[in-house]
């Protein structure tokens, strides 16, 4: 084997274990019942799509939604409790990202602090400290939520509820994506989450072209070291593995 061939094949093990690791995800139901009905039919969807889940119920999810009824919702056998877990590193790791479907209030403005005096604040504290891009659904925690106003929370006081809005507007200066339940699939399967903080940081694309016919995913991986846009002719094939490739490494891919 030449140094070229160990290259490529190099490239090529990264390449598969990211996109092994991309459709593994730790879920973490927190106590929120709102969005919970809305969040169901969007994992089950990923789940029949391949998707690895590790699920997670916090104490009060244990207690407002029942083990007996997530269990029944998604169709899984095992969920992990919060008060049976004894160590947070076997949560979330080899996972490609974390997914909150039911976010309450409270466990929103903790993270927001930074208070991580439960297993998901400590969680979510590690995950954000190693790069994990975490998504969330807010139905929840916004006190703007439909439901919550059709309950007759609508009294809120102006300044409580800007609070609360800077509390969410602070996690996602953190990178966590806050969608509402029903657009979770639609996220997460377009790779928003895994490219938008590459887009942000990189601001104006830098182009790489490459006249080719058919688009690898090798090539996805030289262009990751060239720059963030790829251009190709209208002309070239691109493999749906190359497409997934660029999302997840945040390349974009102008073809004209």
């Keep these: 084997m030449n140094v070229n061939e160990a290259l490529n094949w190099i490239i090529e093990e990264v390449i598969r274990r990211l996109e092994a690791r991309r459709k593994k995800a730790l879920v973490i139901f927190t106590g929120a019942a709102i969005g919970f009905q809305e969040a169901v039919p969007q994992l089950k969807a990923l789940l029949a799509e391949g998707w690895d889940f590790k699920i997670l119920l916090s104490n009060s999810a244990e207690y407002v939604l029942t083990l007996q009824l997530v269990k029944e919702q998604l169709g899984v056998k095992e969920i992990y409790l919060e008060r049976e877990v004894k160590g947070l590193k076997p949560l979330y790791q080899d996972i490609g990202q974390v997914i909150i479907p039911t976010l309450t209030l409270n466990t929103a403005i903790k993270i927001a602090l930074g208070i991580a005096d439960t297993l998901t604040t400590n969680v979510v504290a590690h995950v954000l400290m190693e790069g994990i891009p975490i998504i969330a659904a807010k139905d929840g925690c916004d006190l703007k939520n439909p439901t919550r106003l059709q309950l007759g929370m609508n009294k809120t006081p102006t300044p409580y509820l800007m609070r609360m809005e800077q509390y969410l507007s602070t996690l996602e200066s953190y990178g966590i994506r806050l969608v509402e339940a ?8 377009d790779g928003q989450i895994a490219i938008s903080s590459v887009r942000q940081s990189q601001g104006e694309p ?28 209208a002309t070239t094939i691109i493999t749906s593995l190359a497409r997934d490739t660029a999302k997840e490494f945040g390349i974009r891919i102008i073809q004209e």
């Design 182 to 189: 029903s657009h979770l699939y639609s996220n997460i399967k």
């Design 206 to 233: 830098k182009t790489y072209t490459l006249n080719k016919k058919v688009l690898s995913r090798a090539d996805i991986v030289e262009a990751k070291n060239r720059g963030n846009a790829l251009h190709v002719p």
